[in-house]
T-cell receptor
Framework: SQKIEQNSEALNIQEGKTATLTCNYT??????LQWYRQDPGRGPVFLLLIRENEKEKRKERLKVTFDTTLKQSLFHITASQPADSATYLC??????????FGSGTRLQVQP | DVKVTQSSRYLVKRTGEKVFLECVQD?????MFWYRQDPGLGLRLIYFSYDVKMKEKGDIPEGYSVSREKKERFSLILESASTNQTSMYLC?????????????FGPGTRLTVL
């Protein structure tokens, strides 16, 4: 069956460092992958989309990579700030009209 | 600015009650979705709709039904609420014209069934 895996353990880093979050998937070759941010008690907010033919995408301090051979996406936040603390979800197109979401990784940036 | 609104932020109901959760979007999106989110389980798709009066089951439709009589409104119905339906419910919408499905989410409804 289709599966998306994100590290369920929280990631704790110091302010100013680069945070790297991982999204692994199995049994499918998605046309694109998306990353969302979710704050406590709120709905997810779209951040970035990367297509299967793109290796890397950037937006300000955010960078996403997509390795279709490894079936993995990495999400980087450079020069992290306490305001970046949130849960980050990856989502994939898996051949139906609706996206399939991972369970998310919580990031905590310490000042 | 795009907007998805949900009828309640918090809701408390009793076992056996019929519960309606309403979602409205103002972006003229064709697609609308209902998810529930539980700790450790992430977002799980209950139902989605790609057009008025059209619906498709998601991954966990049991115990739920939906209604889409107008394009902007998508309702989730719990026919007979049970305690295991206590959860955060999230509605989302997306445009059907492109080749991606970027979703816009509402603020969520935290439902407690006693």
């Amino acid at each position: 069956s289709q599966k998306i895996e994100q590290n369920s353990e929280a990631l704790n880093i110091q302010e100013g460092k680069t945070a790297t979050l991982t999204c692994n998937y199995t049994n499918y070759s998605p046309a694109y992958l998306q990353w969302y941010r979710q704050d406590p008690g709120r709905g997810p907010v779209f951040l970035l989309l990367i297509r299967e033919n793109e290796k890397e995408k950037r937006k300000e301090r955010l960078k996403v990579t997509f390795d279709t051979t490894l079936k993995q996406s990495l999400f980087h936040i450079t020069a992290s700030q306490p305001a970046d603390s949130a849960t980050y979800l990856c989502a994939l197109d898996m051949g139906r009209r609706a996206l399939t979401f991972g369970s998310g990784t919580r990031l905590q940036v310490q000042p | 600015d795009v907007k998805v609104t949900q009828s309640s932020r918090y809701l408390v109901k009793r076992t056996g009650e019929k519960v309606f959760l309403e979602c409205v979007q103002d972006m003229d999106h064709e697609n609308m979705f209902w998810y529930r989110q539980d700790p450790g389980l992430g977002l799980r798709l209950i139902y989605f709709s790609y057009d008025v009066k059209m619906k498709e089951k998601g991954d966990i439709p049991e115990g739920y039904s939906v209604s889409r009589e107008k394009k902007e409104r998508f309702s989730l119905i719990l026919e007979s609420a049970s305690t295991n339906q206590t959860s955060m419910y999230l509605c989302a919408s997306s445009f059907d014209g492109g080749d991606t499905d970027t979703q816009y989410f509402g603020p969520g409804t935290r439902l407690t069934v006693l």
